[in-house]
């Protein structure tokens, strides 16, 4: 699960933005005054909501700091733009001005939230088996297979099974896996075809898929494809990656 922190001198602004966060995404929230207050329980954020007005430049080299050591999405949140420069020089992933837009507040959450689990997405496995240590990437993989106390990955070029729980291999792999059978996780980028019971592979192989499950996969599967068209294709993706072209800003006054 994401987590998300917001970080507001404003107590009506925390809540109204824990709100929204909370009925936009699934995800951990947490809200504090000031970024030391954040910080103090030790946890690491995903996003992170940070209001800037006068009297809180000090904010922004902590965001960058954390940006930097926790890979975090930064969202500026200001009442004006004198801090347009600032978010840019800090990679910041977008620039929001108040009165906060509901709808416009959900959208940048939507894109940092995708943004976010496709960047954990490409990261590799680092797995533990005969005796060495693999990085797999995720890609390659066709699907995963449990089998009594082990789970086998079936990958392009062989196999490789190592000890593991199914539900913890499903959590780190992402959204890009479907868990379709009690014994199968399948790499939703692998699938040729599908139908009631099976689904066809890529690579030429079947596998198993839960009757139960047929609906959530369809589903599933064609969420993946528009957000891989999404992706791929729209304009936002081209220039969204830590932060936007500097003439962008100075156009609109506002990031989009």
Excluded at 66 to 83: A, H, K, P
Excluded at 105 to 115: G, M, N, P, Q, S
Aim: aromatic share 10%; with cysteine.
């Amino acid at each position: 699960m994401l987590q998300v922190a917001v970080c507001a001198g404003e107590a009506a602004l925390r809540e109204q933005l824990k709100g929204l966060i909370l009925r936009t995404q699934e995800c951990g929230v947490r809200v504090a005054a000031d970024m030391r207050g954040l910080l103090s329980g030790g946890e690491q954020f995903d996003i992170l909501f940070l209001e800037i007005e006068e009297g809180m430049r000090d904010q922004i080299g902590i965001a960058a700091e954390i940006r930097q050591d926790m890979d975090t999405l930064v969202i500026f949140i200001s009442s004006g733009q004198d801090y347009v420069f600032d978010a840019f020089n800090v990679q910041a992933f977008h620039y929001l001005l108040k009165p906060v837009d509901e709808e416009r507040f959900a959208d940048v959450l939507c894109r940092a939230v995708h943004e976010k689990m496709t960047r954990k997405e490409k990261e590799p496995l680092l797995i533990r088996a005969k005796g060495s240590f693999y990085r797999v990437e995720k890609k390659n993989i066709f699907y995963v297979e449990n089998v009594a106390r082990k789970v086998v990955l079936h990958m392009k070029g062989g196999e490789l099974a190592y000890y593991a729980r199914m539900k913890e291999v499903e959590e780190e792999l992402g959204s890009c896996f479907f868990r379709c059978h009690r014994g199968y996780l399948v790499n939703l980028g692998a699938v040729r075809s599908y139908g009631m019971g099976s689904i066809l592979l890529k690579n030429g192989e079947t596998i198993l898929m839960a009757k139960q499950k047929y609906s959530e996969f369809a589903a599933a599967y064609a969420g993946f494809l528009h957000a891989d068209y999404r992706h791929t294709g729209s304009h936002y993706a081209e220039n969204q990656h830590d932060g936007f072209q500097r003439e962008q800003i100075l156009e609109s006054g506002e990031w989009v």
